[in-house]
Structures are given as C-alpha cells and as structure tokens.
C-alpha cells in the first residue's frame, strides 16, 4: 500500500492536479517541437531528442484525457514515461555535474541544483497523478499534503 495525496496543491483536487500537470507537459512539448522544427538541427543528432518529445506529447494528452474522462488507465503511461524520464534526467545530471566539476565548479553546481529542482518537480507530479490513479481505482488512503 503506498501514501497518497487527498489533494494538489493550493486545495485544488487531484483530479485538476492531474489536468493542470498534463496540460502544462503537453504545451512544453509542443514548445520544443517547434523548437526543433524551427532551429533546423542535425537529423541525427536531434532525432532521439526529438522521439522523446514526441512520446512525451502523446502521454501527456493521455494524461489530460485520462483525468477528464475519469479513466485511471490512461494515467500510466504519463506515470511509466515520467518515472523513466526522471531517472534518466537524474543521472544524465548527476554524471554532467561530474565530468565538468574540475574545471568550472560552479557550472557543476548550477547543473546539480537545477537537477535537483527538476526531479523533485517531477517527482510531485508523479505523486499527484499516481494518487489521482489511486482515488480512481479506489485505492486511496490519503496524508495531508505537501
């Protein structure tokens, strides 16, 4: 049995959490394939950037139909995609920290505070959807918020 949220933050329920995350993912995913279309990239070097993106678009309009229509199955694959993204983001920050620590510490810890801000943004996203799933599939047995 997990901890789970009763509701977002600011009082609003999951289920606008859960909206207002997706919505918000969808329009920065669109942003950047825009971005890419626009600054004319290296196919190859753009292209998994690219993917990702795409994929990202895809769960997070999962994700907002998913909490419109009250569908607790649409809701996984924006949590899997995010949990994956998360970790990946994670260690990519930690190891570019890392690489250029000796010559520009304070390059380094911008990388890792920025990091950190991130997965920690995320990672409250992931709670607020996966309680959303939770109160949805009748699973939810709350604690106070954040």
């Known amino acids: 049995m997990g901890r789970y949220l009763n509701q977002c933050c600011c009082g609003c329920t999951l289920r606008t959490g859960a909206l207002i995350i997706g919505i ?10 825009i971005r890419f279309f626009s600054q004319h990239e290296d196919l190859t070097t753009a292209l998994p950037r690219f993917v990702v993106t795409i994929i990202e678009l895809i769960v997070s309009l999962l994700l907002v139909f998913g909490a419109y229509k009250n569908n607790a199955k649409l809701l996984l694959p924006y949590l899997f995609f995010t949990i994956v993204a998360l970790i990946v983001y994670a260690v990519l920050g930690v ?14 810890v911008s990388i890792w505070v920025t990091t950190t801000i991130v997965c920690l943004l995320a990672l409250f996203c992931i709670w607020v959807v996966y309680s959303f799933h939770a109160e949805l599939t009748g699973k939810l047995v709350t604690v106070n918020t954040v």
């Open 24 to 33: 918000i993912s969808s329009i920065v995913a669109i942003l950047d394939v």
């Open 95 to 108: 190891w570019s920290g890392l690489a250029i620590v000796a010559n520009n510490l304070g390059a380094a």
